[in-house]
């Protein structure tokens, strides 16, 4: 137990010296005692039961999900013509790919929960580790789920209201909804959250094939202006562009790039339920490979539909491009569907970003980096917690106190029975309706870029770590990736964040206030001197 609840039985324990005859004091005190000597055990592990069908729904549910109906209007704004916007995501979908068959080694290696926090903690040690999750969990997964959201909420709220805007009240509010009733369905179990993903993947396929097939034969009938009736073609430049230096064009395209890899994220997020996951040595390559082919195919079908249908202008001017396309080829009742459609997409994404936000917080709960409660690690039991609640109810006052004992209660079952991090995904949840509420998304996608893509690159460069130390891996049978893959990935995404910094300098501060926050929060909980900790290969260690 922690050392401010071992203070509060101390307290507990002095009242009941004023208070001898006090039976109910008493039975309490002792009770918050036991529990605080009994060992804790880790109950927020989720029992081994996603199958390769439950991991790729989580990766293409994550990848497909908002991203691609969001940023192909980012990409069109700083490219100069719809040959460089598919040469932009093709480019992008290599460099995730790179990743990927790095991931697919580093997961291979280190078999368990915690993915990216996992593989950083046992190349650099604790202090890195701890400054990944905190910087995922509080920035950058925290932000994308606000987007998400957002996108699921404005496209829902646009099919169903009338008028061509719709308030930003409207939207907020309906986001919030959506945003709560998923977390409250994965509350529920694991279980429901992957069976959920599941089905959403089956809506996220059917609208990228609907909005590449119709575009392209919509645009071989002579409907839309795009690339078929433009005068530039696929490569030509409208002269009337203002004239940009050489500096200025790589940093464009930089900034599209970072749209295109925004829609590419979800590849890490198997890595945090891997644990969790059946035959994960055998099942992780199929998982990322197959999602990956899948995925860059329907984005460049995608983006070639819409350039084809759209104008330059057109995607430029919008925020969303899916609904444009819809009203210009499939009409009004084409627009609400598709609308409808990219909403549950949408929505599918936020699912599977609950699920597996989640799992990072318990992971990171159980490495100390957060607090035990988010893991459910700060009672051995349900009986402990139900005690020790009368104990805390007391002292935090009638309503508050009734609050949280309620709410405890209510997810009790969920908690112990079900091992379900609930407390992870109510923060999860709360962090993301601040971003909500008082967020703009102007430049959060830059944003949210720079920060994964220095944790990714510092993963790849793990990847070359782990071979020193376990030299005999491949002799093992293991997943070893060719070496050009790493490195192509790191001089690529070293070249992207030092761009993106150059062009957002504040981007770069506001990462560097972050790591000094968590420098000196985890400087008072752990030593620096010799913080690497081993950690066994294939499976968690300690």
């Not at 990927?100 to 046992?122: D, K, M, P």
């Not at 604790?126 to 999750?133: N, T």
């Not at 179990?189 to 059917?206: E, R």
């Not at 000094?516 to 008072?524: H, I």
Request: hydrophobic share 50%; net charge neutral.
């Amino acid at each position: 137990m922690d050392d401010e609840l071992a203070e509060d039985v101390e307290l507990t324990r002095s009242e009941s010296l004023l208070a001898p005859d006090d039976e109910e004091s008493s039975r309490l005190l002792v009770a918050a005692e036991a529990a605080i000597d009994a060992p804790v055990a880790p109950n927020a592990a989720v029992p081994k039961g996603l199958t390769f069908l439950n991991g790729i729904a989580l990766v293409m549910s994550l990848q497909i999900g908002s991203g691609i109906f969001l940023t192909p209007s980012q990409v069109a704004k700083n490219v100069p013509n719809p040959g460089c916007g598919i040469l932009v995501w093709f480019f992008g979908g290599v460099l995730v790919w790179t990743g990927v068959c790095s991931f697919i080694e580093l997961g291979t290696s280190i078999a368990t929960n915690g993915g990216l926090q996992e593989y950083l903690r046992y190349c650099y040690g604790d202090f890195v580790g701890a400054f990944f999750s905190w910087t995922w969990v509080t920035i950058s997964r925290s932000a994308s789920m606000a987007v998400v959201t957002a996108v699921f909420a404005e496209y829902l709220c646009k099919s169903v209201l009338p008028g061509p805007t719709v308030s930003a009240v409207a939207v907020k509010s309906v986001a919030l909804i959506g945003l709560w009733l998923m977390t409250v369905l994965n509350w529920t179990g694991p279980k429901a959250g992957a069976d959920f993903a599941n089905k959403f993947l089956v809506v996220k396929l059917g609208a990228l094939v609907l909005i590449a097939t119709s575009g392209m034969i919509s645009s071989s009938m002579g409907v839309g202006d795009g690339t078929a009736t433009s005068p530039y073609g696929w490569f030509g430049t409208d002269p009337s562009l203002p004239q940009t230096s050489l500096m200025e064009q790589i940093s464009q395209f930089v900034t599209a790039i970072f749209a295109a890899l925004f829609a590419y994220n979800g590849f890490e997020s198997i890595g945090f339920v891997l644990g969790d996951v059946q035959e994960p040595a055998r099942s992780l390559p199929r998982i990322l490979h197959t999602a990956m082919t899948v995925v860059i195919t329907g984005f460049i079908l995608t983006n070639m539909s819409l350039y084809m249908t759209l104008s330059m202008d057109q995607l430029r001017s919008t925020d969303t491009p899916t609904i444009s396309f819809a009203t210009k080829v499939l009409g009004p009742a084409g627009r609400v569907v598709l609308s409808i459609v990219v909403a549950i997409s949408a929505l599918g994404a936020l699912n599977a970003n609950i699920f597996a936000t989640a799992s990072l917080s318990v992971a990171a709960s159980q490495r100390g980096y957060f607090p035990k409660l988010l893991g459910n690690l700060h009672c051995s039991s349900q009986a402990d917690e139900e005690l020790l609640l009368d104990v805390h109810g007391r002292r935090l006052g009638r309503y508050l106190g009734f609050l949280i004992t309620q709410f405890s209660r209510l997810t009790a079952r969920s908690r112990w029975e079900k091992k379900v991090p609930v407390y992870a995904m109510t923060l999860n949840a709360m962090l993301v309706s601040m971003y909500l509420v008082l967020g703009t998304y102007d430049g959060l996608v830059t944003f949210i870029g720079i920060s994964q893509y220095f944790f990714y690159m510092l993963a790849a460069a793990g990847v070359f770590i782990i071979r020193r130390k376990d030299s005999d891996a491949g002799e093992q049978g293991r997943f070893r990736t060719g070496s050009w893959n790493p490195i192509i990935f790191i001089l690529c995404s070293s070249f992207i964040i030092l761009r993106g910094v150059a062009s957002n300098v504040s981007h770069g501060i506001a990462l560097c206030v972050l790591a000094l926050v968590v420098f000196v929060v985890f400087k008072s909980r752990f030593s620096l001197g010799g913080h690497v900790q081993p950690v066994s290969l294939r499976g968690a260690g300690s």
